[in-house]
């Protein structure tokens, strides 16, 4: 389960998403699930970018609304150049997570995205997970991993 829940927080970070079909489901209890999830959750901050990796590179596959993200202007189709002067042009999403956990002190990130023929210079800021993003993080969660307690079955 502990695997499980660090993958879901990673997604969180870079964006709200669901886990793969072709994963085990979680073997812990539903209720224990969410309480970790809250746990983990709380206090931390997000982006609120769906990232893609391309190989070579990573480019925005979509932005959850009212996010950091968005507010920065950010789009789906934006390619990842360099994150806080650390070049992505070549990065893994594992290599942008750690980028992303070493400005959660700041929670500043400065970006160069390309988008189209042009370069642009982003400015963005990872903010606390909302009680509402939370809440479709579980729900997503539950759907994949609880399918019954999710259904309203217990």
């Known amino acids: 389960m502990a ?3 660090s993958k879901l927080i990673f997604v969180a970070l870079v964006a709200t998403a669901t886990l793969s079909a072709e994963e085990p489901r979680c073997g812990g209890a539903a209720r224990e699930c969410e309480q970790k999830i809250r746990q983990m959750l709380s206090g931390r901050r997000y ?3 769906t990232i893609e990796d391309r190989n070579p590179g990573l ?4 932005i959850e609304p009212d996010s ?3 507010r920065a202007g950010l789009e789906p189709g934006d ?3 360099a994150v806080n002067g650390n070049k992505l042009t070549t990065a893994s999403a594992r290599e942008f997570k750690q980028i992303l956990a070493s400005a ?3 929670g500043g990130l400065f970006i160069i995205i390309a988008r189209g023929r042009r370069y642009t210079k ?3 800021r990872l903010e606390p997970y909302t009680k509402d993003v939370i809440a479709k993080i579980i729900s997503a ?5 609880h399918p019954a307690t999710a259904n309203g079955q217990h």
């Not at 480019?59 to 979509?62: A, L, M, N, T």
């Open 79 to 81: 390619r990842l150049i």
């Open 3 to 5: 695997h499980r829940i």
């Open 141 to 145: 969660h539950m759907a994949q991993s």
């Open 68 to 70: 950091p993200a968005e």
């Open 59 to 62: 480019v925005i596959k979509s």
């Open 122 to 124: 982003v400015d963005a």
């Open 47 to 49: 982006l609120g970018a």
């Open 104 to 106: 959660r002190e700041t």
